[in-house]
């Protein structure tokens, strides 16, 4: 037995009569950033995601970067983000020479606590990133009063959510500007790195386009210091074919989150997630809770399971973050987590077979097989 946890070959399959010949054509014409493709994906994504601009960039931390410095972020400005995201949320802060400031989760979600952000506001405060964890939406509307109150921009992460909902409003458009990854793993994956910021602001996708080109809206005419960060056109030809398919293969990860929701009801060592009410899930990970995690883990991964752990600490307790001082119980429900969560195999083309088969081999693993 050999399941992944992601399966890329299928996706490439399906799409690869189509994208082929385009990727030729790209080749074929030398025109590899930006062009045609790029221009028509942001359009398609704008439309999708429901905002008025979406930006192309390189990959998904340097979409968060430059985000955080199209609503005003600085060095020493202090960024608000849950303690259980990838490191990358982060690092995007520290890259501008920000101080990334961990907070709490609620217990049953692991999503950002609103609580919690409003008790972690200072005078530096300039940014509150929620982020939209493991494919379901962060309650962004709980934030809005707290972030207005005090005059602080929302800036999502919405690195694992193309496609999911919150209360109707889809991720991506629901802050004043919007990160998201293209990481060929994510829901919408490109043919290696790659990311957009979206947002309805014209100001906000101004600043970004300027940043994201060298600081240059007009050819060697430089009026910030910016970065290197653009989509290729190669990219874009892949992302197209993806983003039309993308509702029917969340689809189907809804269907097999239902699947593994139904088969394993009666173990009571694993705690299947639970979406927040509002939310449409779109199940970028499907991530369980067991004791004896790290036993489990080596055991489904001897089977043949591709199972993972997202993720094993948190990113404050890293060792890349010593420096910021942060200790054991800062963010006690995420680091509690932490110990507990490992994530299944989960992708549109998972059959009902390789469900089966990894719900043996973990009902096995914690003694109820």
Partial sequence: MNIPLVDLRAQAAEIADEVEPQILEVLRSAHYIGGPHVAAFEKEFSEYVGVAHTIGVANGTDAVELALRAVGVVAGAEVIMPANTFIATAEAASRIGAIPVPVDVD?????????AVAAAITGKTRAIVPVHLFGQAAPVEALEPIASAAGIPIVEDGA???GATRNGRAAGGLGL???????PGKNLGA???????????PSMAERVRLVANHGSATRYVHDAVGI????DAIHAVTLRAKLARLSDWNRRRQDAADRYAELLADVPKVTVPRSMPGNR??????????PERDRILAELNAAGVGAAVHYPDPWHLAPAYAHLGY??????VAERAAGEILSLPIYPHLTDEQQLAVVRALRTAVGDG
């Fill in 107 to 115: 217990p049953d979600h692991l999503l950002i606590s609103p609580e």
């Fill in 160 to 162: 694992q959510s193309q």
């Fill in 177 to 183: 500007v919007a990160a998201t990854s293209f990481y």
């Fill in 191 to 201: 043919s290696g790195d790659a990311g957009a910021v979206t947002t309805d602001d």
């Fill in 228 to 231: 290197n960060s653009r989509l």
């Fill in 281 to 290: 899930d779109v199940w970028h990970l499907y991530v369980i809770r067991v």
């Fill in 327 to 332: 200790r054991p119980g800062c963010a006690p």
